[in-house]
């Protein structure tokens, strides 16, 4: 199982930016997706998340700015995220969680900065 984030990079305050995680080895279908952030020196934090029936779960700090969809042709999940501020500075990372047989991936990491 590979779990590839890509999207990061530099932005301006009010802007935006679209994360995408492409999955490979098991299916959307069975899995559950999440978004996680960790900034320096922080622990790392649950973002959002997609379940298998599409069930969205969004921390409060992103609400309204931030929406997690999946594309189960492309097996890809993508976290669109609008307004960003500088405190969503951060590696974003996604993940893979499996119910049964009870499995978890992680993806490498994508930087996401914020400039003021």
């Known amino acids: 199982v590979q779990l590839q984030a890509s999207g990061g990079g530099l932005v301006q305050a009010g802007g935006s930016l679209r994360l995408s995680c492409a999955v490979s080895?098991?299916?959307?279908?069975?899995?559950?997706i999440a978004w996680y952030r960790q900034a320096p020196g922080e622990q790392r934090e649950l973002v959002a998340s997609i379940g298998l029936r599409s069930t969205t779960v969004y921390a409060d700090s992103v609400k309204g700015r931030f929406t997690i969809s999946k594309d189960n042709a492309k097996n890809t999940v993508y976290l669109q995220m609008n307004s960003l501020k500088p405190e969503d500075t951060a590696v974003y990372y996604c993940n893979a969680k499996r119910p049964a047989p009870r499995a978890e991936y992680w993806g490498q990491g994508t930087q996401v900065t914020v400039s003021s």
């Open positions: 080895g098991i299916t959307l279908t069975v899995t559950t």
